[in-house]
């Protein structure tokens, strides 16, 4: 039987903590005369009270050392409960939406999702875009720590080969994962701020700056506008597509960089390859549109560059209207989404990494089937790798597929037009945020999809964060026998 205390410790502890936090976009609704700042008092209270009594509940186990199962059921029971109380502000108060809805756009903030079920948003106080934006960051920098810290402990999708890399960072054995959190916390916030000081200076006003830039480096999507960055300036959409590649990058590049120099940021294969394939994309949809349109050449450069470089860091922010390119630049976006950007960032999708060592495994079986006798392991950045985070990769991309195509179906059969099903597993389980189809057409979200369709994005959108596996294997019986 495990033993489910350390786990509902630490939840209780991250669950007080969000109640703390539902202050702050409480505080500004106060300020700001909306009269829906009790909405965040009141769910405040309420989820530091059952936060405090479950850690309450379970001290006697506390500061005892995780087992792997305990880890899974952490890292998921994270991603399921956090959101339900996040979702408290948004039933009591504005926009005073059904508990499927908020929890959907919950679910979608923390995920860094960015899809939405709500209309007319600029209509909303500004606390609740606070208290949006608020849970894109907080939940990117969660993910942060799962990517470097939880994923390859539980040897999940592959990421086993950045176990030895995220605990020997700087030549010498980190003693433990609050030391890599430190330091990556700090990185996160000096991003974050950075990101707040150039929209301001771009001319954003001050508090659209803020909930941004929260958004932007969690690679979150969550807009305060309607209109996402279509009226902007153009500095200010230069500006975005900057924070969204830097968002999207290895943190622990960023650790490195804070301890040493840029070395390790160009030397990472995965930062190469990624920004090498965003140029290709975003060149080759600008040559599509120029042939195809009579734009401005600087206005496709930068609606392509903005657009695509959301899609594949998983952002989900917009300008202009994408659907509307062509199929050439819907084609790319699409696979541009189903890679992603970085291992080791709160952006989603397959991962660089693990898409290069998809080609890798297939060049190798390429040179055996000619020299079959000869022994050539697959490499990544000069190390050996094992067999076991090959087969790990495999079983992560048929996962990937075979889930993408479920929800997809599923969707469907719930009642939603092909078109709208697929783009709707797709921007799920890649936590890209981007929705296309005839059903987002009326309000631009995914509030006239069936309740049994949200739920099933709200499945995807939590297993697509989780790399999936993680989500197989607690449902499997075996993982609950001693």
């Known amino acids: 039987m495990i033993d489910l205390r350390p786990v509902g410790y630490v939840i209780g502890l991250i669950i007080s903590v969000l109640g703390g936090t539902m202050i702050v976009p409480g ?14 008092f009141e769910s405040a209270l309420m989820t530091v009270v059952v936060g ?12 005892h050392s995780l087992s792997i199962r305990q880890a899974f059921l952490l890292t998921i029971g994270i991603w399921l409960l956090v959101p339900l109380f996040a979702a408290l ?32 948003i600029d209509s909303l106080p500004v606390g609740v875009h606070m208290w949006r934006a608020m849970l894109n960051w907080l939940g990117g920098l969660g993910i942060a720590f799962i990517a470097m810290i939880f994923l390859p402990v539980m040897r999940v999708g592959g990421m086993q080969f950045f176990r030895t890399e995220g605990f020997d960072t700087f030549g010498k054995i980190l003693p433990r994962a609050t030391d890599i959190a430190g330091q990556l916390f700090f990185v996160y916030v000096t991003l974050t701020l950075c990101c707040m000081g150039t929209y301001a200076f771009l001319g954003m006003p001050a508090i659209e ?9 969690a690679t979150g999507g969550f807009s305060p506008r309607a209109a996402s960055f279509a009226d902007y300036s153009s500095g200010i959409h230069y500006a975005t597509a900057l924070f969204m590649v830097l968002g999207s990058l290895p943190y622990i590049r960023y650790v490195q960089i804070v301890q040493g120099g840029l070395r390790p940021l160009w030397r990472d294969a995965q930062v190469r390859a990624y920004l090498g394939w965003v140029t290709v994309a975003v060149l080759s949809v600008c040559l599509w549109r120029v042939g195809t349109s009579d734009q401005p050449a600087e206005s496709v450069f930068r609606e392509s560059l903005f657009n695509l470089v959301s899609i594949m860091s998983s952002t989900g922010f917009g300008m202009g209207s994408f659907p509307a390119w062509g199929s050439f630049a819907i084609i790319v976006g699409m696979w541009l989404g189903v890679i992603g950007a970085c291992s080791g960032s709160s952006a989603a999708g397959l991962s660089v990494f693990r898409v290069q060592l998809m080609f890798a495994a297939l060049h190798q079986q390429i040179r055996r089937i000619h020299a079959p006798h000869r022994i050539a392991p697959i490499r990544y950045q000069g190390r050996s790798v094992d067999p076991d985070t090959i087969d790990a990769m495999i079983l992560y991309l048929g996962a990937y597929i075979l889930t993408f195509g479920v929800i997809a179906v599923l969707i469907l059969q719930s009642g939603v037009d092909f078109e709208s099903a697929v783009f709707a597993s797709w921007t799920s389980i890649g936590n890209i945020g981007y929705g296309l189809g005839p059903m987002l057409v009326r309000t631009g979200t995914f509030i006239d999809f069936p309740d049994v369709a949200k739920l099933l994005m709200i499945l995807a959108m939590i297993m697509g964060r989780l790399s999936l596996l993680a989500v197989f294997v607690v449902i499997l019986p075996r993982f609950w026998r001693d």
């Open 209 to 217: 700056a803020v909930e941004h830039a929260l958004a932007t480096i």
């Open 52 to 63: 405090l009594m479950t850690t309450i509940t379970c001290q006697n186990r506390a500061g």
């Open 89 to 120: 502000p948004l039933v009591i108060g504005a926009p005073s939406v059904r508990l499927i809805d908020a929890y959907f756009e919950a679910v979608s903030g923390i995920t860094t999702t960015g899809a939405s079920v709500f209309v007319d």
């Open 27 to 40: 505080i500004v609704d106060a300020a700001a005369q909306t009269g829906n700042s009790s909405a965040f």
